[in-house]
């Protein structure tokens, strides 16, 4: 599904991610961790083509994609969320949800300006299909809402379903429970398992352990940009590598 | 939807009354500008208050318009209907092109690429004198007319130009409200989660520059017709000035508003007539404090103010009752 | 005149216009690197220094030089003003915002100044007579020389204080990580203050020996203030050789352009040179110009 391969990133004499390669398997829910610094967010940033990386491959779908910019990937079905939660703040849930749906509908400037009958039945489908995502996160009644006045744990929902709108194949999420409480946590782990059962591929950069032991079929571990190790919840969990780097840390 | 609508139908009652209110008086002349103007603006607005992209150049756009009109219907013997079309065309190409490079930049330097751009070809229509006239202007440009029915008088040219104004105020309002719209804003607020949206963040920004300066360029060539005169200073800088306090008093991201800018701008310097040079203080105060206070222009500042005026009332839903 | 002649009277207009621009220029850099506002007002600054001199001394009858000291003393003054009336209360500075207000102060003291002095274009008597001197073929007036000298000791004077001084020092710290400066102390809020005060110091004092040259008059500003925007963009925004180096430039070509191509044409020739290191070298002509801001 999504092949990362040797992978290094370099930030003027920085190395923040070496040689790093991977492979995440469809219809999973991959979890990356690691201790601060291991370069999650880098990698995160790279693969989302946010950021260009030193060298290394990245395969999407059997497709060479290293390099392309974020719009050509989210029209290949990828998407993902960040960390500090960008919403539109100025547009209400309903419209940047729509934004979701922007790959999924094509008017042009013309026919938008002149409202055509084609640009007014896809305009339904939009808000049609917005609603549905909005009710699938289950924040439907704050559609009218500005974003930028909802609490936080909505606006992580909200940015979750402004990415499914896109339906895509594969989701990123960078740290998603962060900033949640217990209860949003526990509604974010069933979300992704029903995201995951709807056949789109999850991948997470998550701090919050239990959350990812519970919800991840497989989980790789960086350290100081590094590879260190990768397996089932079980195995990581066993592994004396990780238990060191972790140790070592705090 | 339906407001909208409402909301759009009462602008077009007014417009089609206000001719029999000032009885074709001094004041129809004036508001040929105001709709003018607002062309401008609501093409302004799309790029600066929908898109978050500044221009500080599009008085260059309109004067091209002018110009092109003014020597195509004159030097050329062009017709003016066709000749506004090429000018619309040509100014859109180039934008197009010069919209790549220039749309790269962000904030400051934006302001001043597009700042650049204005300049120079206000320095072009100063002194390619030899088709433009240069300083002193190009007269004898042709009025427009329909099947022999010229427009050559005030009144006239105000339902012309009303009508191409609110046309493109029509036409701006379903361009917001679409999917377009959306993801101009969605620029504006995060571009980066607008890409990973696959809203092509860069190639939407030159298109909507484009649009902007077509529409600048239109205006430009109502302007050239209706003034049969046109000279530089039109052009300048202060003029894209002007035009930026417009949409910014009116309201960033709101079509009206940039009516209501322009409106109160152009009817402001002749209301001050007595104090015919305070105009360009009042424009300097007026940005300072409306991006200072009301940041969200008059559109959203004046409901603002009176929800906190009734709060204040007593017996309003007050807090401090 | 031959030919040779005639480029070395180019060049020596060409520099003392660049040593002009280069001043204005290193205002917007410093305000720039301690703010990240680029202050379209600038320019407003290099017309207060010109008006105000004159107003000294032909209203007020006050001898030149204590006439110029004031000037520049006054201009900074409107400087302190604008930055703590229109620039410190912004609450939410967005560069959109920023870019607005500064146009605004911009348009609002020219405003002023047409409405306290006049329209008229004046014009400043020059520091120590108009004698030509001849110099391998150009002719040098001796304002040209003020200028120049004025322009470097001016430019000696920054660097020893961004160099040695505590403030300069500081000023120096915000320019590499502002939110590290303010960790460590620095009032960042006074610094962008003084950065506005030396700004507007340095570019009234630019308006002031350039006046007996070219004029002046309440809408100079627009002009010479994008101008030594031009010449701080091709020094990438560096508050010190470079910038002087891309004033330099930008008037040596401008009055090459004026001489050999066209002279209507001269004020579009600083714009295209604009656009064209915009598009291709944001980070300015010469490469090392990052290394040392302000």
């Given at each position: 599904m999504l092949e990362i391969q040797g992978i290094t990133q370099r930030f003027g004499g920085v190395t923040a991610l070496e040689d790093v390669s991977f492979s995440i398997r469809a219809n999973e829910i991959t979890g990356v961790i690691g201790p601060n610094g291991a370069g999650k967010t880098t990698l995160f940033n790279i693969i989302s083509g946010i950021y260009r990386q030193t060298s290394g491959t990245i395969i999407f779908n059997g497709k060479d994609v290293s390099g392309l910019p974020p719009e050509q990937l989210a029209l290949r079905g990828m998407v993902r969320t960040f960390q500090n939660v960008e919403l539109f703040t100025q547009m209400t849930v309903m419209e940047n949800t729509m934004v979701g749906l922007h790959t999924r509908s094509r008017s042009g400037i013309f026919s938008c300006m002149l409202k055509t009958p084609g640009n007014r039945a896809e305009e339904q489908h939009i808000r049609e299909r917005a609603l549905h995502w909005l009710e699938y996160t289950g924040i439907a009644d704050l559609a009218d809402m500005q974003a930028g006045n909802l609490a936080f744990g909505k606006g992580r929902m909200l940015e979750i379903a402004r990415a499914m709108a896109l339906e895509p194949r594969i989701i990123l999420m960078d740290e998603p429970a962060a900033g949640l409480n217990n209860r949003e946590t526990g509604e974010l782990a069933s979300l992704i398992r029903k995201i995951r059962d709807s056949g789109v591929t999850v991948v997470l950069v998550e701090h919050d352990m239990d959350l990812v032991m519970d919800v991840c079929d497989s989980i790789l571990v960086l350290n100081l940009g590094r590879w260190l190790a990768e397996g089932t919840p079980r195995e990581i969990q066993e592994n004396q590598a990780v238990i060191a780097a972790y140790l070592g840390e705090g | 939807m339906k407001r909208e609508i409402f909301k759009f139908l009462a602008l077009v009652v007014i417009v089609a009354v206000l001719p029999a209110v000032f009885k074709g008086g001094y004041l129809m002349n004036v508001l040929v500008f105001v709709g003018i103007n607002s062309m401008l603006a609501v093409a302004l607005n799309l790029l600066l208050g929908y898109a978050g992209q500044i221009s500080l150049g599009q008085a260059g756009f309109f004067g091209l318009g002018a110009y092109l009109s003014g020597v195509l219907t004159t030097t050329y013997g062009i017709d003016p209907w066709l000749g506004m079309i090429i000018a619309a065309a040509a100014v859109g190409c180039i934008a197009f092109l010069i919209g790549f490079p220039v749309l790269k930049l962000k904030g400051h330097y934006l302001a001043m690429a597009t700042l650049g751009l204005g300049i120079i070809m206000y320095i072009v229509f100063n002194e390619a004198v030899s088709s433009t006239g240069g300083p002193s202007g190009l007269s004898g440009i042709p009025n427009l007319s329909v099947?022999?029915?010229?427009?050559?008088?005030?009144?006239?040219?105000?339902?012309?130009?009303?009508?191409?104004?609110?046309?493109?105020?029509?036409?701006?309002?379903?361009?917001?409200?679409?999917?377009?719209?959306?993801?101009?804003?969605?620029?504006?607020?995060?571009?980066?989660?607008?890409?990973?949206?696959?809203?092509?963040?860069?190639?939407?920004?030159?298109?909507?520059?484009?649009?902007?300066?077509?529409?600048?360029?239109?205006?430009?060539?109502?302007?050239?017709?209706?003034?049969?005169?046109?000279?530089?200073?039109?052009?300048?800088?202060?003029?894209?000035?002007?035009?930026?306090?417009?949409?910014?008093?009116?309201?960033?991201?709101?079509?009206?508003?940039?009516?209501?800018?322009?409106?109160?701008?152009?009817?402001?310097?002749?209301?001050?007539?007595?104090?015919?040079?305070?105009?360009?203080?009042?424009?300097?105060?007026?940005?300072?404090?409306?991006?200072?206070?009301?940041?969200?222009?008059?559109?959203?500042?004046?409901?603002?103010?009176?929800?906190?005026?009734?709060?204040?009332?007593?017996?309003?839903?007050?807090?401090?009752? | 005149m031959v030919f040779s002649e005639q480029l070395a009277q180019y060049l020596v207009s060409g520099v003392t216009t660049g040593a002009i621009y280069a001043l204005i220029g290193i205002g917007?850099?410093?305000?720039?690197?301690?703010?990240?506002?680029?202050?379209?007002?600038?320019?407003?600054?290099?017309?207060?220094?010109?008006?105000?001199?004159?107003?000294?001394?032909?209203?007020?009858?006050?001898?030149?030089?204590?006439?110029?000291?004031?000037?520049?003393?006054?201009?900074?003054?409107?400087?302190?003003?604008?930055?703590?009336?229109?620039?410190?209360?912004?609450?939410?500075?967005?560069?959109?915002?920023?870019?607005?207000?500064?146009?605004?102060?911009?348009?609002?003291?020219?405003?002023?100044?047409?409405?306290?002095?006049?329209?008229?274009?004046?014009?400043?008597p020059a520091f120590t007579g108009s004698e030509p001197i001849a110099v391998a073929g150009a002719t040098i007036l001796p304002q040209h020389l003020w200028i120049i000298s004025l322009t470097i000791l001016s430019i000696v004077l920054n660097k020893l204080f961004f160099q040695y001084s505590i403030i300069g020092k500081a000023m120096r710290a915000c320019a590499s990580n502002r939110r590290a400066a303010g960790l460590v102390g620095i009032d960042v809020k006074k610094m962008v203050l003084f950065s506005f005060i030396i700004s507007s110091a340095l570019g009234s004092l630019a308006g002031i020996i350039v006046a007996p040259l070219t004029m002046t008059s309440y809408d100079v500003g627009i002009m010479l203030g994008l101008k030594g925007f031009c010449a701080a963009i091709i020094g990438g925004m560096s508050g010190g050789l470079a910038t002087v180096l891309g004033g330099i430039l930008l008037g040596t070509l401008e009055s090459l352009g004026a001489g050999l191509i066209s002279s209507g044409y001269k004020d579009a020739i600083a714009f295209i040179i604009l656009l064209l290191i915009l598009f291709v070298r944001p980070q300015g002509l010469f490469k090392k110009a990052d290394t040392e801001r302000v």
């Open positions: - | 099947q022999g029915y010229v427009f050559d008088n005030d009144v006239k040219n105000y339902y012309l130009i009303w009508c191409a104004t609110l046309l493109i105020i029509l036409l701006s309002l379903n361009l917001v409200h679409s999917r377009i719209g959306r993801a101009l804003r969605s620029i504006h607020d995060s571009e980066v989660a607008a890409r990973v949206m696959g809203v092509n963040a860069r190639l939407l920004k030159v298109q909507i520059f484009t649009l902007s300066a077509c529409i600048s360029s239109l205006a430009g060539s109502f302007y050239a017709h209706t003034m049969s005169f046109i000279a530089p200073a039109s052009f300048g800088f202060n003029f894209s000035v002007e035009l930026v306090t417009m949409v910014i008093i009116g309201g960033l991201a709101s079509i009206y508003g940039s009516l209501l800018g322009a409106v109160l701008l152009t009817l402001l310097p002749e209301l001050l007539r007595a104090f015919q040079d305070y105009d360009i203080i009042i424009y300097g105060l007026l940005l300072i404090v409306m991006t200072m206070f009301m940041p969200g222009g008059l559109v959203k500042g004046i409901p603002a103010f009176f929800s906190f005026v009734r709060r204040r009332l007593p017996g309003g839903t007050a807090n401090n009752a | 917007f850099a410093i305000i720039y690197n301690s703010s990240e506002i680029i202050n379209f007002a600038q320019g407003e600054f290099v017309m207060l220094g010109g008006m105000f001199t004159l107003f000294f001394l032909n209203v007020l009858k006050i001898p030149l030089p204590l006439a110029i000291v004031l000037a520049v003393l006054s201009s900074t003054f409107i400087g302190v003003l604008f930055e703590r009336l229109a620039i410190r209360p912004l609450k939410k500075p967005t560069p959109l915002g920023l870019v607005i207000i500064t146009i605004g102060g911009s348009i609002l003291i020219r405003g002023v100044a047409m409405l306290v002095w006049d329209k008229d274009t004046h014009s400043l």
